[in-house]
């Protein structure tokens, strides 16, 4: 079963560093997203992205965030300047059909950024 | 208020107990309920949704909207140890997955066999 593969599983870095986390949607899938879940607490939307451009942002995603889709498989988000409080899992989906006809968010398993 | 509000558990029942998750909710914008299920170090992973008031069957799963009362359940018959996992409510303001989910804090479900 095709599914949303994450890379690294798990990143530590300095403060002030950027990072970098991969995903890779499930093919022919043409939305995605990246969510983040701090320790303990709910997971949190941060942006999608469809036809190559943003559509929607929340607040946390600030001008410390960007997204890419560099080829026709990755999808990237990058964090520029790392803060303690940035350390979370960070989750990335893809829409697709689900039974029905309803789109539903396929989420991969989750980058673990710990920032020190 | 926050957006979605759900009692983080932990929930500890015997199998084979019926369980009863809830959430409520404050935007009257939402109209597209889901639940996932979330196991440890994992993604949530898509169980139910729906997108008008009343139940939704499916297995030994329910899903129930109260669009009036701003209160969505998930109910869960004949449980198993292989149900223990974090069940996560979200919502969304239009009748499509597309937009941007808003979830509930999660509730910890431990099933003793």
């Known amino acids: 079963e095709p599914e949303v593969t994450q890379t690294p599983s798990h990143q530590v870095t300095q403060m002030g560093q950027e990072v970098i986390l991969r995903c890779v949607p499930i093919?022919?899938?043409?939305?995605f997203y990246w969510y983040r879940q701090i320790l303990g607490q709910k997971v949190e939307f941060l942006v999608s992205?469809?036809?190559?451009?943003?559509?929607?942002k929340s607040e946390i995603f600030d001008d410390q965030f960007s997204v890419e889709r560099p080829d026709g498989s990755n999808f990237t988000l990058k964090i520029r300047s790392t803060k303690l409080e940035d350390s979370a899992m960070y989750f990335c989906?893809?829409?697709?059909?689900?039974?029905?006809?309803?789109?539903?968010?396929?989420f991969g398993p989750g980058t673990r950024l710990t920032v020190l | 208020q926050k957006e979605v509000e759900q009692d983080p558990g932990p929930l500890s029942v015997p199998e084979g107990a019926i369980v009863s998750l809830n959430c409520t909710y404050s935007?009257?914008?939402?109209?597209?309920f889901m639940w996932y299920r979330q196991y440890s170090r994992k993604g949530p992973e898509l169980l139910m949704y729906?997108?008008?008031?009343g139940n939704k069957e499916d297995g030994r799963f329910t899903a129930q909207v109260d669009k009036s009362s701003k209160y969505i359940s998930l109910f869960i018959r004949d449980s198993q140890p292989s149900d223990s996992a974090t069940y996560l409510c979200?919502?969304?303001?239009?009748?499509?997955?597309?937009?941007?989910?808003?979830f509930g804090s999660g509730t910890r479900l431990q099933v003793q066999p």
């Open positions: 093919s022919n899938h043409l939305y």
């Open positions: 992205f469809y036809n190559n451009e943003i559509s929607e």
């Open positions: 979200a919502m969304s303001a239009r009748v499509t997955g597309r937009r941007a989910l808003t």
């Open positions: 935007n009257s914008a939402f109209q597209y």
């Open positions: 729906t997108y008008s008031s």
């Open positions: 989906a893809s829409i697709g059909r689900a039974s029905g006809g309803v789109d539903e968010q396929f």
